[in-house]
């Protein structure tokens, strides 16, 4: 009964530390947007603290370099997640992560620009693992009518990462310790998560040494009885169908909508802080306040939000519509904030801040938009879809701010600046526009294994002969 009501268990305590993961490996990526303010001009936080006169260009440089090597082992991260052990490979990927991390000031002050894009691109093929990791060991832990809010809470954790990363990483970097403790703190919590991991967590309940026999029987049963329902072990004896995936017009419009998300959210993430000192003349230490504030009322909207949505469908409405009517919100709405920022004086910082904020918060609908349109389009094989429109998009990520570093030459110029709002805001615009027109919402007929499509033919052949 324990079990059942949900009092709190060993599914529960892997839960915990997949948020947990989730909350520190977002805060290694992000917390950089903080930190390269001081480490190209020290006045901005703690003038005590060594800086490297960094450019723009080299500023934005250093920001994409964590997205090079992330692209690179993305998808062979998830496929060693399924053949060997997804929780080693994450404590693993992760404690190297944090280790880089605590590297960084050290690299930067003997090594320059260069050696820290070496931890950079470090870090990104060390964190690729995250999400397939995280996503596998759901599939073995979250039994199916808990999956949802299980599910929901571990990836919230990424959100909450930047939320509390931001500020304390300006509070850090103006602090007499000054920006080096951003990359000391953060890589330190990250490697003592990692030893956590390695010894508290499991990639399944049969492997856990502590789990009851009751919380492990009620998991199996769960997830054996949906397997036998979709009839899993069919799906496993099949190859992927790629030809079909890549030949799909809805998945390319995923693929589009994807890329328009990862430029304009990554854009803003990394660039909102250069802009808060830039422009409107923040220190760091209050940028960083106010550049975690759009990131935490998106993380407050994405709950309504996923009511709603649940809400529309059950009333009726069709999936597709949903999805769309969502993402909608979610790209058109920050495309149409982006474009006012031109009418913002320049001592409107108010203004300004609001106008983030929506831009920001909006792209909470993404999450029932198009990021839960992959299982739509095909249960079987919404991982293997999601590795790849997340690969390409990815790319937008390395590049968008590299496009920045080009516009923006002068950091307080609001008309350069303008240049990148608008540039997000017709992307945001264009991908939502391919995936509203070519996006489906329905199950696409390659999801069927083909050797259950052989076996209904022959059921029908023999049906047509009796």
């Not at 304390?168 to 991991?197: E, H, K, M, R, T």
């Not at 040494?209 to 054996?224: F, T, V």
């Not at 830039?278 to 209050?286: D, I, K």
Request: hydrophobic share 45%; aromatic share 12%.
């Amino acid at each position: 009964n324990d079990v059942l009501t949900g009092i709190f268990g060993i599914r529960h305590l892997q839960v915990l530390l997949l948020f947990l993961g989730m909350t520190i490996g977002y805060s290694l990526r992000t917390g950089m947007s903080v930190a390269i303010v001081p480490m190209a001009n020290a006045s901005t936080a703690n003038p005590d603290i060594e800086d490297y006169g960094w450019t723009k260009q080299q500023k934005d440089l250093v920001l994409s370099s964590f997205f090079w090597g992330y692209v690179v082992t993305q998808v062979p991260s998830g496929y060693i997640a399924n053949v060997w052990s997804s929780q080693k490979l994450l404590a693993i990927g992760m404690l190297v992560c944090g280790v880089l991390k605590v590297l960084t000031p050290i690299a930067a002050h003997y090594g320059g620009l260069e050696a820290v894009l070496v931890c950079r691109v470090g870090m990104g093929l060390t964190q690729a693992c995250l999400l397939p990791c995280i996503q596998t060991l759901l599939s073995k832990w979250a039994p199916p009518a808990e999956r949802a809010r299980l599910g929901t809470f571990a990836y919230a954790g990424g959100q909450f990462g930047t939320v509390i990363t931001m500020p304390i990483a300006g509070v850090l970097a103006a602090s007499s310790v000054g920006w080096p403790s951003i990359f000391y703190i953060f890589g330190a919590l990250a490697i003592i998560w990692s030893v956590v991991f390695f010894y508290f967590g499991a990639d399944a309940p049969s492997n856990h040494r502590s789990i009851s026999q009751e919380e492990r029987m009620y998991i199996e049963e769960s997830l054996r009885t949906t397997e036998a329902k979709s009839d899993d072990e069919v799906k496993q004896k099949l190859k992927t169908p790629w030809k079909e995936i890549f030949t799909s017009i809805p998945m390319w419009a995923l693929i589009i909508v994807h890329s328009g998300q990862n430029w304009g959210y990554w854009t803003l993430l990394t660039e909102i802080p250069s802009y808060m000192t830039g422009v409107l003349n923040f220190r760091v230490e209050a940028s960083g306040v106010i550049s975690a504030l759009p990131y935490l009322v998106m993380w407050i909207l994405s709950f309504p939000m996923s009511w709603l949505s649940d809400l529309a469908l059950k009333k009726g409405a069709s999936r597709g519509t949903v999805r769309k009517i969502c993402n909608t919100i979610a790209h058109w709405g920050p495309a149409i904030a982006l474009a006012c920022m031109s009418a913002v004086p320049t001592d409107g910082y108010v203004w300004a801040i609001v106008i983030l904020v929506l831009a920001v918060s909006l792209n909470a609908g993404s999450l029932c938009g198009f990021q839960i349109n992959h299982i739509d389009l095909s249960p079987n094989f919404a991982g293997t879809m999601m590795s790849i429109t997340n690969c390409i998009a990815t790319v937008t990520s390395i590049i968008a701010p590299l496009i920045c570093g080009v516009i923006v030459t002068d950091e307080s110029s609001v008309y350069q600046w303008n240049i990148v709002f608008y540039v997000s805001a017709a992307i945001y615009f264009l991908g939502n526009l391919v995936f509203v027109i070519f996006g489906k919402g329905e199950i696409q007929w390659w999801n069927e294994p083909e050797t259950r499509r052989q076996r209904q033919r022959g059921k029908e052949e023999d049906e047509t002969q009796t």
